[in-house]
């Protein structure tokens, strides 16, 4: 019997990066099974810590969405905000708690709700570089001199980076962003 023409074919475009550490985690747990109970350990592990810090983003996110305006965000952080909104962006990522793929979401709303691309750079630069509870850190046990120096070269590494990225993207591709969010 021949195979007829409803035989898929599998490529290895179809399998993506989740396939490969399945396989993976499966190939280790059967050659080293302490090893592979290692692995899924750590890993149900940050599953359970996900789910701790990602709802409470989505219900502050929601909260965001519904009390604040979009004239409001506008205003304050949109394309003519100049140093306020800069400062706005900065401190919000600065101030912010949590792992940076919780910055990602509320990065998208803060978008959708009329904020400028330079100050979601910002904003995500701010988060992932110039966090308050690092800096503290860093001047307990690095010292002063070694903590200030690299929160200041942080501040000017985001700066330059929003505001090369913000000016090297043209409006076109700005307004291909914008409009892929709102889809």
């Given at each position: 019997m021949k195979n007829s023409k409803n035989t898929k074919k599998v490529s290895w475009k179809s399998f993506n990066g989740l396939n490969v550490?399945?396989?993976?985690?499966?190939?280790?747990?059967?050659?080293?099974?302490?090893?592979?109970?290692?692995?899924?350990?750590?890993?149900?592990?940050?599953?359970?810590?996900?789910?701790?810090?990602?709802?409470?983003?989505?219900?502050?996110?929601?909260?965001?969405?519904v009390w604040v305006s979009r004239e409001k965000v506008t205003q304050h952080l949109g394309d003519r905000s100049g140093l306020k909104g800069t400062g706005i962006s900065i401190a919000l990522g600065a101030l912010a708690a949590g792992p940076l793929y919780a910055a990602f979401p509320i990065a998208e709303v803060m978008l959708r709700k009329g904020t400028s691309l330079r100050n979601i750079f910002l904003f995500?630069?701010?988060?992932?570089?110039?966090?308050?509870?690092?800096?503290?850190?860093?001047?307990?046990?690095?010292?002063?001199?070694?903590?200030?120096?690299?929160?200041?070269?942080?501040f000017l590494g985001i700066f330059c980076i929003a505001f090369f990225l913000d000016k090297l993207l043209l409006s076109e591709d700005k307004q291909n962003i914008i409009k892929r969010l709102k889809e």
């Open positions: 550490l399945i396989i993976f985690s499966v190939v280790v747990f059967l050659f080293f099974p302490r090893e592979g109970a290692r692995v899924y350990r750590v890993v149900g592990q940050n599953i359970l810590f996900m789910l701790e810090i990602i709802p409470p983003i989505f219900l502050l996110l929601g909260l965001f969405d995500i630069g701010a988060w992932s570089t110039m966090k308050i509870p690092m800096l503290l850190f860093e001047l307990q046990s690095l010292g002063a001199r070694f903590a200030l120096t690299r929160y200041a070269m942080s």
